[in-house]
């Protein structure tokens, strides 16, 4: 007989903020990424689902506008000096 796999991947779930928890689509509800949970019923639930808390914590933390920009720039100028030293 074969023994049951068990998923023994530890998951944080406790230092996640609500902008990270929604940034991933939910798996229970469907949910989109931005987008409240809903009940059963189809109104928007208060809380989100903690399946959505455990998927968001699998993923890494969404961007910051500083990030965003700083890695705008990075591949601007990255291009830029590679046409510089472009070899003919």
Do not use: D, W, Y
């Not at 049951?4 to 229970?28: A, D, G, Q, W, Y």
């Not at 990075?74 to 590679?82: D, H, I, N």
């Amino acid at each position: 007989m074969a023994s049951p796999i068990f998923n023994n991947v530890k998951v944080e779930t406790e230092t996640l903020t609500l902008r990270h928890i929604l940034s991933v689509p939910c798996p229970m509800c469907r949910a989109k990424p931005k987008e409240q949970c809903t009940l059963t019923t189809g109104h928007p639930s208060i809380k989100t689902h903690l399946v959505r808390a455990a998927a968001a914590a699998k993923v890494p933390p969404p961007e910051t506008f500083g990030q965003a920009s700083l890695r705008v720039v990075k591949k601007v100028t990255s291009l830029g000096f590679r046409s510089l030293f472009k070899r003919k």
